[in-house]
């Protein structure tokens, strides 16, 4: 089952236990296609008519509608429903959604670590590390990760995500500056000259994207912070008016950050926000299931969250060195 592929890379990424991490030892694929087929995500996604039924009416066509369905691939498995989409909805199946990226990547830039899948294969994604791993400050070692998403339930397009990924506090830290995206849509074309081209560009992106991030984390980490001062920064990134009080719910969440701080000889901007990202990846949400996390954390409010705290401590950067 593709879940089990899910759950094994949450464990891994989510856990505060380096040994076990350490301990597990991951294959590369020099393609997305290579990640997709390991993990059994090849299946076939078709288009079925959809119907309603109505008492004293037997069934009826819902037009314009249709129920996405992913084939079984052996006897074995059954036809599951996915989502239901539009008239207008196109399948991208899962083998070719990311074609653009693999033919630009000829010289092996990104290595695929693992694919996974959520919501019995509604989303599926392929999980890559870009370049070479880089080094922030002491004891802390970031990689460029790109993770490329496809859909069948029309919730997202095909997209590639830019994280970068602290190996040491397994988090993935989300970042967001004008003139810049962590997010870049794959367009269908069935032009090979076409792909290559497209996926040239999102490469070239990336790479532009990631090397500027680079630059404002350097500076982060060389702007030390005191223990109060990092306090008052994180209680005002969750309240911005404490004057009027703050839930013992929101208290928490800001011990909780501020213990992850706690150890350091010397605090910087940059690891302020890394707390607030290792916080959001390991405990926000931690009683909800793995799919509602890392669905949370990678597209929905963890990692709008993130952008924010980015935001925040670069804005305070730029408040010290105008």
């Not at 999980?127 to 880089?134: A, C, P, S, T």
Request: with cysteine; proline share 2%; hydrophobic share 40%.
């Amino acid at each position: 089952m593709t879940l089990a592929v899910l759950f094994r890379i949450f464990s891994i990424r989510y856990s505060t236990n380096q040994t076990k991490r350490k301990a597990e030892k991951m294959e590369l694929y020099a393609t997305a296609k290579e990640a997709i087929k390991k993990a059994g995500l090849d299946y076939e996604v078709v288009k079925r008519d959809l119907f309603t039924k109505v008492h004293g009416h037997g069934v009826l066509p819902v037009r314009n509608h249709f129920a996405t369905v992913r084939m079984p691939k052996d006897a074995t498995e059954t036809p599951v429903d996915l989502g239901v989409v539009g008239n207008y909805y196109t399948i991208t199946q899962n083998e070719e959604a990311f074609d653009a990226i693999d033919y630009a990547n000829a010289g092996n830039e990104i290595l695929f670590e693992q694919a996974g899948s959520m919501y019995e294969g509604a989303q599926i994604y392929v999980e890559g590390v870009m370049g070479d791993e880089i080094g922030i400050q002491k004891n802390t070692t970031l990689q460029k990760r790109l993770i490329l998403v496809n859909s069948h339930d029309g919730s997202t397009k095909v997209v590639v995500k830019m994280f970068f990924y602290d190996i040491k506090n397994c988090t993935y830290l989300a970042f967001k500056l004008p003139g810049y995206t962590a997010e870049l849509e794959l367009k269908h074309t069935k032009s090979v000259k076409n792909k290559l081209e497209e996926g040239r560009n999102i490469l070239l992106s990336a790479n532009a994207t990631f090397g500027v991030v680079e630059k404002v984390f350097r500076e982060l980490a060389g702007r030390k912070i005191e223990k109060g001062e990092a306090v008052d920064f994180i209680t005002s990134l969750f309240v911005p008016n404490a004057a009027k009080g703050i839930s013992t719910r929101t208290q928490n969440m800001i011990d909780a950050i501020v213990a992850m701080l706690e150890g350091r000889k010397e605090r910087t901007l940059f690891d302020v926000y890394v707390a607030i990202s290792q916080y959001v990846d390991g405990e926000r949400g931690k009683n909800k299931d793995a799919e509602m996390r890392i669905n949370s954390n990678w597209f929905g409010s963890g990692v709008s969250l993130k952008e924010r705290a980015f935001d925040k401590v670069v804005k305070s950067l730029n408040s010290v060195n105008p």
